[in-house]
């Protein structure tokens, strides 16, 4: 492959990623109902169209276009001041994203039917009990997912080539997304929470400016006056 049908796959990356987290903050936007409060709001929201398609479409789309950016941005900045850090992120991300697609997968297919067993009349499927490593599981793809976006925020704010400010809202979007958005919810209503969706949009902006610089310079690298 010659340098510019690389410079064009790493651009297209770079722009992968706004495009995953405005996914990921959609997805976000509608919370779950409490599964022990009201069990019966629970199965009807876990069993609709609505559901399967933010979780098809936000989550999984998300995800598939967020490794495609990550990588992109890690192959982007390998050369520079920066690349260690950013080549550390793609093997963070690599590992998180496999740990996280465990409950993933649970959460897209295995929910709806549980709702669905609830609504036809099984209400004893609600005393299903999923094994604690996938608790587990979860919580390590969640910490290497942040772990993973502040080595790339700080890569960003140190490669000189890219918008520092850039760099800083990868890190407090970072802050906003996982702790006061995931980890939050899950500890008090056991659903996302606006902070998710918030954190989200910030990670998009971010993502959107370095896609932004990042793409301009590639094109002037490979444009033949260059």
């Given amino acids: 492959m010659n340098p510019q049908d690389t410079g064009r796959w790493i651009r297209a990356g770079l722009w992968a990623l706004p495009a995953s987290w405005l996914l990921t903050a959609w997805s976000s936007l509608e919370p779950q109902p409490d599964q022990e409060i009201d069990p019966g709001a629970w199965a009807r929201f876990v069993s609709s169209y609505s559901y399967q398609a933010s979780h098809l479409v936000g989550s999984t789309g998300g995800t598939i276009l967020a490794v495609f950016g990550l990588f992109a941005l890690g192959c982007f900045l390998a050369g520079g001041r920066s690349g260690r850090l950013a080549l550390a992120a793609m093997v963070i991300a690599a590992a998180g994203t496999a740990l996280l697609l465990v409950p993933a997968v649970i959460s897209t297919f295995v ?6 067993a609830y609504l036809a009349g099984n209400q004893d499927v609600m005393q299903l009990e999923f094994p604690g490593s996938m608790s587990a599981a979860f919580m390590a793809g969640l910490v290497l997912a942040f772990v993973r976006t502040v080595l790339l925020g700080v890569a960003v ?13 990868w890190v407090t979007g970072a802050v906003v997304f996982y702790a006061l958005g995931v980890v939050l919810g899950q500890a008090t209503t056991g659903s996302s929470l606006p902070t998710q969706s918030a954190g989200a949009a910030l990670l998009a902006v971010a993502a959107g400016g370095t896609a932004w610089r990042g793409s301009a310079r590639q094109g002037r690298e490979l444009s033949p006056a260059g």
Wanted: glycine fraction near 10%; aromatic fraction near 10%; hydrophobic fraction near 45%.
């Fill in 157 to 169: 704010w140190r490669s000189r080539v890219l918008p520092r400010w850039a760099g800083a809202l």
């Fill in 111 to 116: 929910t709806p039917a549980v709702g669905r």
